[in-house]
């Protein structure tokens, strides 16, 4: 009986691959491309210390399949390592530990490779990261401790190649990760909430969905409850804003007390006469019209790429900035964006509703040409894929520039250090002295005190080495930054640092692994919006804090 | 074993890091209930229940194992599925279609000497209160509010003032794509899952109408071959979500819906997406979550710093979509709430409504999400679901209207459903007509 129902059963279209069984609940997120990006990746990770937020970063790499990793760790696997770290066991004892993460990491994904250092034959850093012939490293993360010398290597291999570079420090409840990106990193499809990005044009109708909306409410007195009970609330709004005009001298309302004056002629219109006794189109129309009437604006984001000075010539020929350049002579132009073309779900008769889609979607691809023939009249426009041209129109009012001031020159840590001191010391007092008003207005408390806090032990890579007082910390700290060393919070955090000797506690170190693992899907698969560029995080009170330092 | 260090790793040398800040306080410890000489004996026979081995739950247990507590017992149904593999780092290929309990608590056993993990396959309604009383932490890595809601109600039904030991803290967490939330709850202290509710509403369903004759969007399409087409034309005894000819059944049917109506956009993926209600999913965000989780957890068994519940915050929500933004606060208790509170919770009701109208409407209301409520008015019986033979007596009442009942404004009514046993969620009638 089974078999001839399942005979009757039409043959899969599109059965999904292996690959994309697996990887289904990630593919929702970040889609094919995205995940193309991810497996083009090769991630190295120099790691120390306690050498656990490291792995647990790499594992939330692994399981969603990037192409390749490298862990460089000069430790050996010791008692200790059993007691906070998941990727090493007892048979490892004695053994490079870098070994032992590898090989456990790989056991959770086949489709990964992995290689770890030093070994037999590339015994310590250098020969790893200067060797031109080995496929690049897309991203570096380090965690702290770290030496001094690895750190300049990782830095100037950074700067050369234009790598990406994460500090990550973790010490017991308290940890902090850094971002340096090489340059200003845009992204286009950066995933904004669904809600915001409804751009319906009411206020700035063309000629076809004025024709339609007309059309559909040439007659709208006399029309059936069910005709009028299905007319799309974009063309109410433009009815009544035709009608609007007609007694206001042309003019939209745009004050609040007009659009509520609006809001309450469309309310009056509704039918309550029929066998609902309302009209769920006229209640959608009601409801949008404080978010649709809005006069168009440049908003912060684009407005920071299109400010945007180019430092670096090669930059400003990327397909981005040339589509960037393309949109804002578009803008300047038009006085608007391209339309993205993407039209809500309303109440509405199908037929109605594909037809007000085409319309949009028409105008969508007329404006994205426009911008396309810009780019091709580019010089090095040529090439750019046109499947870009159309992101960036979709996504436009969403584009998102971080790391816009920075980038560029990295310097060795210790003049990064005086850098700290010298240009962030105004940026760092400022955020100290916040504290004390927030205490006041009951705002959330920075978390500057902790990173502060944390600096002094980025060097201490002999675990051996007799624990670090608070009081040396403060001592330290006070020579970043003169005076933090008698904020309470700062004092605070530095008996927290101390407490830790160094240690990671399992828990925090997996919290940031994650964090951090979120904020490298985002640079390699340039998706979402990564952090800009610090984060700080507080496990005592169970907080973070993104910082620009 | 390896000669070089030989296999007497002291329990003081691989707990180091740990020891040093669960043992001594810091700035932050309150020193009033902190007894750092204790704590890791305390710990080590302390008895965790863990409620799902899924992307959270197998974090936890890792988290868990690697935080000092030795008696782990985890709770879960499902069997490993292909697509889990990609987060639930304790599965492998070949692990696909075997308990994930089972699975999950033997490899952490292996990896972490010394840990003792006890997996039930089966559902947490299984158990009745002898078997939750033994725990003293419930830490939940669930991916459905019902089950929330079914052990929320256990822990607060549990509580006995007089007796210390029937606090049971319950840490949970939840994530999907980016974001997440973990929270303490202290049953009966502090708010708890019922109290939070309405801050998971359930999504607004697709009107029927629009489904039948007017769809615009693929969703729709496929809601329709899915609610419609399937119950006309029963292709098979019964729907199976993760059966792919089924869901390519549907697939093939939403296409066809949609070429009707000329709508772009139904693909396998959507329907599967649609169909199970599909969530993403990602390993970084249980990391995050579920180390939360259990960071609180570390911090409730040892007291070694301050943790959600006490006296303030309860409630870590993160988001990792636009750069990384967390809240955490404090989500007040409810005195009406029909789980931990005294008060019955006012409901504004039609008075011209049927009791059916009242009994559907239940299942919608954000407050409430009660698929088969029964209902009783001060010693009356309105509406019972079951048993059949009082369905069937209380059946004609289903057709009468609130008034014709005898129900007047403030009047109490008691709402049971068999998804909460134990809990009679109380309604005090507000009368509003529309």
């Keep these: 009986m089974t078999e001839v129902i399942a005979t009757q059963t039409p043959p899969l279209l599109h059965k999904p691959s292996d690959k994309e069984r697996k990887y289904d609940r990630q593919l929702r997120l970040w889609a094919a491309s995205g995940q193309a990006a991810l497996e083009s990746a090769n991630i190295l990770l120099v790691s120390s210390g306690a050498g656990v937020v490291g792995v647990e970063t790499l594992k939330n790499l692994v399981l969603p399949g990037i192409g390749r990793f490298a862990i460089y760790d000069d430790e050996k696997v010791n008692a200790a390592d059993l007691g906070v770290n998941f990727f090493v066991d007892e048979s490892y004892l004695g053994k490079p530990r870098a070994r032992a993460l590898t090989e456990l990491l790989l056991e959770l994904n086949p489709e990964v490779q992995g290689d770890w250092y030093p070994n037999g034959e590339v015994k310590s850093l250098e020969p790893l990261i200067s060797n031109d012939e080995a496929p690049a490293f897309t991203v570096i993360m380090y965690t702290y401790p770290i030496k001094p010398e690895y750190l300049s290597l990782l830095e100037s291999y950074s700067q050369k190649h234009k790598t990406p570079l994460v500090a990550i420090h973790c010490a017991g409840f308290y940890s902090y990760f850094q971002i340096n990106l090489p340059g200003p990193f845009p992204i286009v499809d950066t995933h904004p909430d669904e809600t915001a990005t409804t751009d319906l044009r009411v206020l700035a ?67 309550t006469t029929n066998a609902e006794g309302g009209e769920e189109n006229f209640d959608e129309a009601v409801a949008a019209v404080l978010k649709t009437l809005v006069a168009p ?39 608007c964006l391209p339309l993205p073309g993407k039209v809500p779900d309303m109440k509405a008769q199908s037929e109605v509703y594909i037809k007000l889609q085409t319309i949009y979607k028409t105008k969508a691809r007329k404006d994205a040409a426009e911008i396309l023939e810009t780019v091709r009249a580019t010089p090095g426009g040529d090439k750019v894929d046109p499947a870009e041209v159309d992101l960036f ?96 919070k700062v004092i605070d955090a530095a008996g927290e640092v101390a407490r830790a000797e160094g240690g990671e506690l399992h828990n925090v170190s997996a919290l940031v692994g994650g964090m951090v693992a979120q904020e490298l899907i985002k640079i390699i698969t340039k998706q979402y919006i990564p952090i800009d560029n610090t984060c700080v995080y507080d496990g005592i009170n169970s907080r973070t804090q993104v910082l620009r330092l | 074993m390896d000669a070089l260090t030989g296999n007497i790793t002291s329990e003081q040398d691989r707990w180091k890091y740990l020891d040093k800040i669960r043992t001594r306080p810091g700035p932050n410890t309150n020193r009033q209930v902190f007894d750092g000489s204790n704590v890791v004996e305390y710990m080590s026979k302390m008895r965790v229940l863990v409620i799902g081995a899924g992307g959270l739950g197998c974090e936890i247990l890792k988290n868990l194992s690697m935080s000092g507590f030795r008696d782990i017992h985890v709770i879960d ?31 952490v056993m292996k990896r972490v000497k010394g840990v003792k993990i006890t997996p039930y396959n089966c559902k947490i309604q299984d158990f009745d209160e002898d078997f939750y009383m033994q725990f003293q932490l419930v830490v939940c890595g669930l991916d459905s509010i019902e089950a929330r809601r079914w052990i929320n109600s256990m822990l607060v039904n549990m509580v006995d003032e007089e007796v210390e030991d029937t606090y049971k803290p319950m840490i949970d967490g939840g994530t999907e794509g980016f974001k997440g939330q973990a929270r303490v709850i202290l049953p009966t202290v502090t708010s708890c899952i019922e109290c939070q509710l309405d801050m998971h509403a359930p999504r607004a369903a697709v009107p029927l109408c629009t489904l039948a004759s007017i769809p615009r969007q693929p969703e ?84 070694c710093a301050p943790f959600l519940g006490f006296p303030d915050n309860n409630y870590m929500m993160y988001s990792g979509n636009d750069s990384i933004y967390t809240y955490t606060f404090k989500h007040e208790k409810k005195d009406d709430c029909p789980v931990c509170g005294n008060l019955a919770r006012e409901l504004t009701v039609d ?15 954000p407050e409430a999400q009660l698929k088969k409520p029964s209902i009783r008015a001060e010693g009356k019986t309105l509406y019972m679901q079951s048993p059949p033979g009082l369905e069937l007596q209380t059946r004609p009442n289903l057709e009468k209207t609130l008034v014709d009942l005898g129900l007047e404004e403030r009047q109490e009514i008691g709402v049971t459903d068999p998804a909460f046993a134990t809990v009679m969620f109380k309604f005090k009638l507000k009368f509003a007509i529309k």
């Design chain 1, 205 to 271: 109708p063309w000629p076809e969905l004025i024709t339609f909306a007309e059309e559909l409410t040439k007659d709208i007195d006399n029309q059936s409850d069910h005709e009028h009970g299905h007319l799309p609330y974009v063309v109410i709004l433009l009815h009544y804003l035709e009608k609007w005009k007609t007694h206001h001298d042309g003019k939209v309302p745009s004050t609040y007390k007009e659009k509520t004056e609006f809001r309450s002629i469309i309310q009056a219109a509704t039918r």
């Design chain 1, 297 to 335: 604006s440049l908003p912060s984001g684009l407005k920071e790429v299109f400010d945007y000075e180019h430092t670096d010539p090669d930059e400003q020929k990327s397909d981005f900035w040339i589509i960037a350049d393309a949109v804002k002579k578009f803008y300047e132009e038009h006085k």
């Design chain 2, 77 to 107: 149904m499902d069997t490993i599925d292909v697509s889990n593999l990609n987060r639930q780092f304790l599965f492998r290929q070949a692990d696909v279609g075997k308990f994930k309990a089972e699975v999950a608590a033997e490899f």
């Design chain 2, 220 to 303: 729709h399409c496929i809601e329709w071959a899915h609610v419609i087409a399937w119950e006309n034309e029963k292709p098979f005894p019964k729907l199976d979500n993760d059966d792919p000819v089924h869901i390519n059944w549907l697939y093939q049917k939403a296409l066809l819906r949609a070429r009707e109506f000329n709508i772009p956009g139904v693909t396998y993926s959507l329907t599967q997406g649609v169909v199970k209600n599909i969530i993403p999913a990602i390993a970084a965000t249980n990391s995050v979550i579920a180390a939360a989780c259990c960071n609180e957890a570390l911090k409730i068994a040892s007291n």
């Design chain 1, 393 to 488: 129109c979709k996504n436009a009012a969403f584009v998102k520039l971080i790391n816009a001031t920075g980038g560029g020159k990295i310097s060795s840590k210790a003049d990064r250090l005086k850098e700290v001191y010298v240009y962030h010391s105004p940026h760092t007092a400022q955020e100290v002295a916040n504290d004390e008003m927030a205490e006041m207005t009951l705002q959330p408390l920075s978390l500057f005190p902790i990173y502060l806090a944390l600096q002094p032990t980025s060097h201490r890579v002999d675990l051996n080495s007799p624990p670090i007082k608070a009081e040396k910390i403060l001592e330290e700290v006070a020579k970043l930054v003169s005076d933090a060393d008698k904020n309470e």
């Design chain 2, 351 to 365: 008075p011209t409504w049927t009791l059916k109208e009242l009994v559907d409407s239940f299942a919608t209301r």
